[in-house]
């Protein structure tokens, strides 16, 4: 049993539900499938949870919302309208989406996570219909009918462990199962949503659940790129790369794949690959346990913005025994999240997401309780850097790998404020500002996987030596 979801853009039109259905009957392993609420359908198009999300908005402030109201509809009507579907689904969607006007408002988050999931639970209703329409036999299934069970944060749950076990009763049913994306519920039975873009999440969830011989994700390019192509032209597409390479360059700023959903199907063994709606016969990415790392040690290079660093120093601060664990204690009681924390001998620096400083307050208060709680010698932050993330497990059976990243670098004239690595050895991670980002990809780029670049004098020694 293959398990198959089907990102936003797949299912934003009646155009891609006919693929989408097409892509089902092709293939009877495909007996559960994941569907995301209708994306874009061109560009400069609105997603409907954008849509919804603001729809929330309104609600909570008690503004008119009949126009986003409208709008909404529309995106499911005209689906069928198209598809020739009028087995009363559209009636259904409509009386659900004007009952989340009357939803009970004592919480806000809660009012915003029935919302926002409600673009996946109309569209996988609208989708079992149009299987149902096609005469095949397919039936929705709710998150908590199937016994998807998650942590109580609101837009940022987590999966419970029983889940998996709950899951397993889906095996025994028949037909094609249609299940909503980017939610479940919370042990008390409330609606909880992941973080956007989580229908990836479900479906890995699912995967892991029913034992599945393969997790299809199923979205709108024919493989994943080794670098961004909106900076790097025509990169190189990744036939193969491994779970941990998949989840750090999703971390990093690769879109494709959200960056929590690797981590249930990895577990479960069980082998992902990433596949185009479009072009279905495209073989795809396959993100697997071990790959052959000599022909490509590097298999992509990401880049993300938003970041900032706390810098901290203190003289003889290595002596200082607990400085470590105040200092992340402060960013904790102000409920901030941290990405590297690299460090030297009398200082140390804390990159966190920009995002999380929107409120100026938390960001001088932060500050002044560094200052007064740690008795530092001075701490200053650093905004507008950008994370760049050379990643390949292949870095651990090569020498010279992090040369030619730093080659790349001088070569862009770009200056590198921080180099972290781990001692796994997927990544490197270098930060540059935000502005220099893009040149330095190109120049990695052009470094690991450039036909003609020259290499310097250093670089060449250093592979000679080897
Ligand atoms: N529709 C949700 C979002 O836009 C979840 C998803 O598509 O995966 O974030």
Redesign the pocket.
């Known amino acids: 049993m293959k398990v198959s979801k089907f ?2 853009t797949s299912v934003a039109s009646a155009e891609q539900f006919k693929k989408v259905a097409q892509i089902i009957k092709d293939d009877p392993e495909r007996k559960v499938v994941i569907v ?2 209708p ?1 874009k359908r061109f560009s400069g198009d609105t ?4 849509l919804l999300i603001e729809f929330g908005e309104k609600i909570l402030r008690n503004e008119n919302v009949e126009n986003e109201l409208l709008e909404i509809i529309n995106r499911y009507d005209n689906i069928a309208t198209e598809l020739g579907i009028n087995n009363g689904v559209i009636a259904e969607i409509t009386a659900n989406l004007h009952a989340l006007r009357e939803l009970d408002r004592s919480n806000n988050q809660r009012v915003m996570d029935r919302i ?1 999931a409600s ?2 639970d109309n569209n996988a209703e609208l989708f079992a219909a149009y299987m149902n329409h096609l005469e095949i036999e397919a039936s929705y299934v709710n998150p908590q009918e199937a016994g998807i069970v998650v942590s109580d944060e609101p837009g940022n749950a987590q999966v419970l462990p029983e889940t998996f076990e709950n899951l397993k009763k889906l095996k025994l049913r028949s037909g094609v199962l249609i299940i909503p ?2 939610f479940g519920y919370s042990p008390d039975g409330e609606l909880v ?10 479906g890995s969830i699912v995967a892991a659940g029913v034992g599945a011989t393969l997790y299809e994700n199923f979205t709108d390019v024919d493989s994943v790129f080794s670098a961004n192509p909106a900076v790097v032209e025509n990169p190189r597409a990744i036939e193969e790369l491994t779970y941990k390479e998949m989840r750090e360059l999703s971390y990093a700023g690769f879109s494709v794949f ?1 960056d929590e959903a690797l981590i249930p199907a990895f577990r479960a063994e069980i082998p992902v690959c990433i596949k185009n709606t479009n072009n279905p016969s495209a073989r795809g990415t396959f993100v697997v346990l071990e790959r052959n790392y000599e022909k490509n040690p590097i298999v992509g290079i990401a880049s993300d913005s938003g970041f900032c660093s706390i810098h901290v120093s203190k003289y003889l601060m290595n002596r200082e025994v607990g400085f470590g664990r105040r200092l992340l204690q402060i960013l904790e009681d102000e409920g901030l999240s941290y990405e590297h924390m690299p460090s030297g001998i009398d200082e140390t620096s804390v990159i966190l997401r920009e995002r999380q400083f929107n409120n100026n307050d938390t960001e001088t208060r932060v500050m002044e309780r560094i200052r007064s709680e740690l008795q530092v010698d001075s701490v200053t932050i650093k905004r507008n850097q950008a994370m760049i993330m050379v990643v390949g497990e292949g870095m651990t059976h090569q020498v010279g790998i992090s040369a030619k990243a730093t080659a790349a670098f001088a070569r862009a004239d770009v200056n590198i404020e921080m180099i972290n690595q781990g001692s796994s050895e997927v990544s490197m991670m270098f930060a540059v500002q935000e502005n220099d980002a893009a040149e330095a990809v190109r120049s990695l780029y052009k470094e690991y996987y450039g036909e003609n670049v020259e290499t310097d004098g250093l670089i060449q020694e250093v592979l000679e030596i080897k």
């Open positions: 990102g936003g995301s609420a994306g997603k409907t949870t954008d926002k673009g996946e994306g980017f949503t992941f973080s956007r873009g989580g229908s990836d999440i479900t959200h």
